[in-house]
């Protein structure tokens, strides 16, 4: 399968997780849980990428299938 990469921007249209559900892509998304997990894990954003987006990163990566939006 392959994945869809972008930068979270608030959810605008058009972002990543739009087009990678309407793509059948998969990606990298954490919802809501993003901040509760920072706050209850006392993390940075800095932190939260390399906890969680690096291993679905690194995973794809493995696997050779990433996609970017242009």
């Given at each position: 399968?392959?994945?869809?990469l972008?930068?979270?921007?608030?959810?605008?249209?058009?972002?990543?997780v739009?087009?990678?559900?309407?793509?059948?892509?998969?990606?990298?998304?954490?919802?809501?849980?993003?901040?509760?997990?920072m706050?209850?894990?006392?993390?940075?954003?800095?932190?939260?990428?390399?906890?969680?987006?690096?291993?679905?990163?690194?995973?794809?990566?493995?696997?050779?299938?990433?996609?970017?939006?242009?």
């Amino acid at each position: 399968m392959e994945v869809m990469l972008g930068k979270w921007d608030g959810g605008k249209p058009g972002n990543y997780v739009e087009m990678g559900e309407a793509s059948g892509y998969e990606y990298f998304s954490l919802g809501t849980e993003w901040d509760p997990i920072m706050e209850a894990q006392d993390l940075t954003l800095s932190d939260m990428f390399d906890a969680r987006n690096a291993l679905f990163l690194d995973d794809a990566s493995r696997r050779k299938d990433l996609s970017s939006l242009p």
